[in-house]
């Protein structure tokens, strides 16, 4: 077998974080790239590109179809945790969301890099990203969002926004377009999944791929980048070697580096959905007609522009994000969905923290993942404060001359004991999982300030996993600086 380096950086994950860091190190630094991504089925190309349909990929062949362990925190329940699959990572499956960096959150790396990274050139990548990616305005919103925005806007020293989208003209937009401008020389696409990283003494020079029943090593020259997310980052280290010397042991795996933050100071953003009922003539639409279809296809407006998730803010001195849907959110698409909007609340800093483990030495299996939301109590009492705060702004004019009955948790729930309940029955993922590969100076974080694994040479971990906490809002464009400072200033 030949194990001569075919290229000079291997880059495991082509979600928005490996997209940003192919486009950037092939097409403008001139490294020769392998880039690594799981099959995945194609999409009907409508599907791919119509805003609103993007929950309807969810539980399809774009996605992974991750779930929890039973959380006692949320009342024992299991959920479902979509992961995005193919080129594009979890943006192809994602609500198209952009909120930039908040410039405390750019902040705060700067301590957990030992005062390496630098506030200055931080805020530099985050610019040069936006700049990238032209975020736009909404084109379209319901008449839910408007009478949110309205209601909102006075009286709770919040910032309201209707959330730009990464879209174009109206269209739906991947950062694995990023890639069709790099020369076909610099960058090579592998489709399959990672097995393991290999190793020459401390060296890291290659991965070990597996597609279907074929194997094949990618031996690489300079750096072997792990792209591949808070989920599927941990779980390479830890077939690799890497990770907490007792769950090596128990699926047999000779360490290599006993790194018992690997898989730990997993968080994740909760969202309790407070929903109103709607007339019926209000119903937002599950199927579409076709002159919404040509209304969308013409002028990129409608509700088929619509991202769902289309305005909210941050409130209680940004401890609180909210996001509205004119939508039931535990039941559209459903055609049995009520007609509803839902005003979700999150608390934007969670003290809880759960692990993230590999089940089994094989790649194909799925993770054990315990979020233990809520585990710290300062969480539920920010939520449970989210859920009244939703109320009072329901109650005022612009939106409670529009919306019904409070169908969810329902007026009666009206003390703390019993709005946590809801909470604990109710909430679910806001699909933001990070920290299992955390940068930081103590002992426990597994990267530091250049990104690279403790204990090892030439291998990186780049993306929303070496995250200390979860950002206070989306965390796309955060994950997608984070790439671009590395692409420039932390990899030579």
């Not at 791919?48 to 024992?76: C, K, M, Q, V, Y």
């Not at 990616?133 to 909102?152: D, G, H, Q």
């Not at 109206?170 to 990672?194: A, F, H, K, M, N």
Request: net charge neutral.
């Amino acid at each position: 077998m030949d194990h001569r380096p075919s290229c000079d950086i291997v880059i495991v994950g082509a979600g928005s974080a490996g997209c940003m860091l192919a486009s950037h190190l092939a097409g403008q630094r001139g490294y020769r790239v392998t880039l690594i991504e799981s099959a995945r089925q194609q999409r009907p190309r409508t599907d791919g590109h119509r805003p609103a349909n993007w929950i309807r990929l969810l539980g399809g062949p774009e996605d992974w179809n991750l779930s929890t362990r039973p959380d006692p925190g949320i009342a024992g329940r299991t959920m479902r945790w979509p992961r995005g699959r193919g080129l594009g990572g979890s943006s192809r499956i994602n609500a198209m969301i952009w909120i930039d960096p908040r410039p405390a959150d750019l902040d705060r790396w700067v301590p957990a890099s030992g005062d390496a990274w630098k506030s200055d050139e931080l805020h530099r990548s985050a610019h040069h990203v936006r700049n990238i990616v032209r975020p736009e305005r909404p084109t379209w919103i319901s008449e839910s969002s408007k009478r949110f925005l309205a209601a909102a806007e006075n009286g709770d020293g919040g910032q309201t926004m209707a959330y730009e989208r990464v879209n174009r003209n109206g269209r739906r937009w991947y950062p694995s377009s990023l890639l069709e401008q790099v020369p076909e020389d610099r960058l090579r696409i592998v489709t399959g999944t990672v097995d393991r990283i290999v190793f020459d003494g401390d060296r890291a020079t290659g991965v070990v791929v597996e597609s279907g029943s074929a194997t094949e090593t990618v031996v690489c020259e300079k750096q072997v980048i792990l792209s591949a997310g808070a989920i599927a980052s941990p779980t390479i280290l830890m077939r690799s070697g890497i990770g907490p010397s007792e769950i090596l042991a128990d699926h047999s795996i000779r360490m290599r580096i006993d790194s018992p933050g690997v898989g730990e100071n997993l968080c994740d953003h909760l969202i309790m959905p407070v929903v109103f009922a709607l007339p019926d003539r209000q119903r937002f639409p599950s199927q579409w007609t076709s002159r919404q279809v040509a209304r969308w296809q013409t002028v990129r407006t409608g509700p088929l522009a619509s991202n769902l998730a289309e305005c909210g803010g941050l409130f209680a001195d940004n401890q609180i994000q909210i996001h509205v849907t004119p939508t039931h959110y535990l039941t559209y698409p459903s055609d049995r969905a009520a007609a509803a909007m839902t005003i979700g609340v999150n608390a934007t800093h969670p003290k809880s923290r759960g692990r993230l483990q590999i089940d089994s030495s094989r790649p194909d299996d799925p993770p054990r993942i315990d979020p233990m939301y809520l585990s710290n109590l300062d969480d539920l009492e920010t939520t449970v404060a989210g859920v009244r705060l939703a109320r009072e702004i329901a109650s005022r004019t612009a939106l409670a001359d529009w919306i019904g009955d409070e169908i969810l948790p329902g007026a009666k729930r009206c003390d703390d004991r019993t709005i946590a309940k809801s909470i604990a029955r109710y909430s679910q993922t806001l699909y933001h999982p990070c920290g299992t590969c955390a940068m930081g100076i103590d002992q426990r974080s597994v990267v530091d300030a250049r990104l690279s694994v403790k204990g090892t040479e030439n291998l990186s971990v780049v993306d929303a996993s070496v995250l200390p906490q979860v950002t206070t809002c989306n965390p796309n464009a955060a994950v997608m600086t984070i790439a671009h400072h590395f692409a420039e200033r932390l990899l030579d």
